[in-house]
Nanobody, 124 residues
Framework: QVQLVESGGTWVQIGGSLRLSCVVS????????VAWFRQSPGKEREGVACRSRDDDHVYYADSMKGRVTISGDDRNNTVYLQMDSLKPEDTGVYFCAASTLRYSLCIKWTPAHWGQGTQVTVSS
């Protein structure tokens, strides 16, 4: 059974940085990928960044491009999202997601599995 457990969400000042973590278990195929999504209050959930495990290729959505970096530690089955220059509009719940199909997740932003989410609040 696939499990995705996010952590690292908290309150952060405007302009600050934050790193989120996602531990993935029960998931070990050749073409799998893990992504981060976010859902801000009153808005639809949207993709932020995606990473394919076999070649470490990364993809970024326009939502936070230039301010986020996705990376992975495959030995520890953990994917990170480093967020910088945070703005109040970045406030929301950040979700980790996974799929066995890189194209579906990193191009179509359609995951097969979701984590529970972690809250990020950006304010002064």
């Amino acid at each position: 059974q696939v499990q995705l457990v996010e952590s690292g969400g908290t309150w952060v000042q405007i302009g600050g940085s934050l790193r989120l973590s996602c531990v993935v278990s029960g998931f070990n195929t050749g073409d799998d990928a893990v992504a981060w999504f976010r859902q801000s209050p009153g808005k639809e959930r949207e993709g932020v960044a995606c990473r394919s495990r076999d070649d470490d290729h990364v993809y970024y959505a326009d939502s936070m491009k230039g301010r986020v970096t996705i990376s992975g530690d495959d030995r520890n089955n953990t994917v990170y999202l480093q967020m910088d220059s945070l703005k109040p509009e970045d406030t929301g719940v950040y979700f980790c997601a996974a799929s066995t199909l890189r194209y579906s997740l990193c191009i179509k932003w359609t995951p097969a599995h979701w984590g529970q989410g972690t809250q990020v609040t950006v304010s002064s």
